[in-house]
């Protein structure tokens, strides 16, 4: 029997989330492996809908969160012994033969060969402007004795993991997000009318939780630039599992009601459907200070829109070059290529299609899955 075990920090809609049951769902049903999915944060219901949907095995794990964290290093010895025994024998009990630690990759790397468990990985799926090694403890010499299969979906990930860790880049694989087809819904599609929205309005869409690292308020100042004449409207999709993106959510609404820009900025939470959104959209954004290998970008060429986001390492090296970037945190910046954006109305439709085509070249092939697939192979 062979199992796959996948961490997650929260059982909520995502970036991590879409990529970890993608290739669940392919371990599934082209290499025979039983599905199991922990997590340790948050839980919604539409996600438990959708594990059930795809017969994956899941639980709530209450052992590997509470380790290595604040409260861990003020507790006595055998208080700590006595939990990272716990931590282990969920893990011995799991019965995997690989795990997939997208949340809590230090105790998991740290005890996975003596939970006779063959495979883990360490990812690293965001963006470091400057990376400095960590410091080297007994856990993290005895993590490297285990030999976890270090992987990043980006090639600045890669390097920014390699320094981290203390291991070579060549170590170190780069395995790039696959585009996950998007569910449209079969009703009717996104109806701007229900948001006042008239025809001939140029609809920018961002479709990212309220992390702190996503950047919205950089967005909406700039948005306050924008003379009320070009007729531009920006919409807001996501919200995300952590109470923190909950408080950031609040604020950003906040700060475009003290602007007035309550009829030209709307947020729409989480549950409306992306795919029939980024249909009426124009315009596909992202504010990021650091990203890996953005899955929202992916999802914006899909959908054949031209681009306007931060130019930083993650997403400048996924896309074609004609796209609309600015620097990462510079509200005039960004202002400016709102501007040369509206100014080039007759080349949206052409830069869409190219970034559809590269799409298909790049992140359409199932090179992901290979990799993951070649990497399992060692499990029989």
């Known amino acids: ?11 909520t809609k995502g970036g991590i989330q879409t990529q970890a049951v993608a290739i669940a769902r392919h371990l599934q049903q082209e290499h025979q492996f039983i599905i199991e999915f922990w997590c340790v944060g948050k839980i919604e219901a539409s996600f438990i809908e959708l594990l059930e949907k795809e017969s994956f095995l899941y639980q709530k794990d209450e052992t590997l969160n509470k380790l ?18 716990r931590a282990w024998q969920a893990l011995y009990k799991s019965k995997s033969s690989v795990v997939f630690p997208f949340a809590q990759p230090l105790p998991v790397n740290l005890l996975f060969k003596f939970s006779f468990i063959k495979l883990s990985f360490w990812f690293e799926r965001g ?7 960590n410091k080297h403890t007994i856990l993290d010499k005895i993590i490297s004795f285990n030999s976890p299969t270090y992987i990043a979906n980006s090639i600045h990930g890669a390097k920014a993991l390699a320094i981290m860790r ?16 998007m569910v449209k819904p079969k009703s009717e599609g996104f ?16 479709v990212a ?8 308020e950089t967005l909406i100042r700039a948005w306050k630039l924008i003379s009320p004449e070009l007729s531009a409207k920006l919409l807001f999709a996501g919200l995300g599992g952590p109470s923190y993106c909950i408080d950031n959510n609040e604020k950003m609404k906040k700060l475009t009601e003290q602007l007035n820009l309550g009829d030209d900025i709307l947020f729409l939470g989480q549950n409306c459907n992306i795919a029939s959104l980024l249909e009426v959209a124009d315009v596909g954004v992202l504010s990021s200070l650091s990203e890996g290998c953005p899955n929202a970008v992916l999802e914006y060429m899909s959908a054949k829109l031209p681009l306007l986001v931060t130019e930083i390492p993650g997403i400048v090296e996924i896309i074609p070059k004609n796209n609309f970037t600015f620097q990462a945190k510079d509200v005039n910046s960004c202002y400016i290529g709102i501007k040369k954006l509206l100014a080039s109305k007759d080349e949206l439709e052409s830069i869409g299609v190219a970034n559809y085509e590269h799409l298909l070249e790049h992140f359409c092939s199932g090179l992901m899955y290979d990799k993951y697939s070649k990497l399992v192979s060692v499990i029989k």
């Open 127 to 133: 963006g470091y402007i400057n990376p400095e090694p």
């Open 209 to 216: 939780n309220f992390f702190n690292e996503k950047d919205h």
């Open 191 to 206: 109806d701007l009318s229900e948001y006042n929205i008239t025809p001939g309005s140029v609809i920018f869409v961002m």
């Open 166 to 181: 203390g291991v070579k880049f060549d170590d170190v694989k780069v395995i790039r997000n696959e585009l996950v087809p």
């Open 68 to 85: 290595f964290v604040n409260s861990y290093y003020k507790k006595g010895k055998f208080q700590k012994l006595k939990l990272l025994f």
């Open 1 to 11: 029997m062979k199992k796959a075990l996948f961490i997650l920090s929260n059982f």
